[in-house]
């Protein structure tokens, strides 16, 4: 059996079977992407629940194994080097993992520079633009009078959508065959229903888009994966 002591978050989030990857999310759009993937990848997993609250994100057993306190992060007791890997961001994670499987990452060097290329328009664009419209339409950014903070993020998620639906035309996924890009854009693409933003970035007007979102959601591991770790218990 893997000891992984030596990771102090594994004190408070104990594992039960510490000869797997542990995973340390929430099903955000973010958290679950892990789940996601490692579900597609058949990898075995052991979940832990860690919450949005200081309380967890930023204790001092979780900045231990990711000093930025955002979720996702995992342990792979088996890592590449012979020795135990913590791991944090999505993005870094998702890549890992598809080199780790020899899944989802293309079958060359040119598909696996596209993919990681699609993952990085996410991860720059994708997560943080609509992240931040959901913070001023939805939440605490909502009360702001002055309505250009909101308006800016509205807009750039337009751009960002159109950019999607051209590329799209024709294609059932974004870089070719199903990959980790996909993995990456998808769940952005669900959170606008949780922001209720859909009317406002004209969602249901474009054509690739949904489509393309209703092919991921209808996957049998994206379907598992979207709400792993279950917040309910």
């Known amino acids: ?22 995973l340390y999310s929430y099903p955000t759009p973010n958290g679950v992407k892990v789940s996601i ?42 890592g590449p080097d012979g020795a135990p890997l913590g791991l944090f961001e999505s993005g870094a994670i998702l890549i890992y993992l598809a080199e ?23 991860m720059g664009g994708l997560g943080p633009m609509f992240g931040q419209m959901g913070y001023f339409v939805k939440f605490a950014g909502s009360e702001i009078e002055d309505p250009r903070p909101r308006q800016r993020y509205i807009d750039e998620a337009k751009r960002l959508l159109a950019v999607l639906e051209k590329e799209l035309d024709g294609k059932d996924w974004i870089a070719g065959d199903f990959s980790i890009a996909d993995i990456a854009i998808a769940p952005w693409l669900s959170a606008l229903e949780f922001y209720g933003t859909k009317g406002v970035v004209g969602f249901n007007d474009l054509t690739n ?25």
């Open 1 to 22: 059996m893997t000891d992984l002591s030596n990771f102090p978050i594994t004190a408070r989030w104990a594992p039960q079977n510490p000869d797997v990857i542990q």
């Open 209 to 233: 888009v949904p489509a393309y979102l209703d092919r991921f959601m209808a996957r049998p591991a994206v379907e598992k994966g979207k709400t792993i770790p279950d917040p309910k218990g």
């Open 37 to 78: 993937a490692l579900e597609e990848m058949g990898l075995a997993y052991e979940p832990h629940l860690v919450t949005l609250s200081d309380a967890d994100v930023k204790s001092d057993a979780f900045l231990s194994l990711n000093p930025n306190n955002k979720i996702p992060a995992i342990i792979d007791p088996n």
């Open 100 to 122: 780790k499987s020899g899944k989802l990452l293309g079958k060359t060097a040119s598909e696996k520079a596209k993919i990681i290329q699609w993952v990085m328009f996410q």
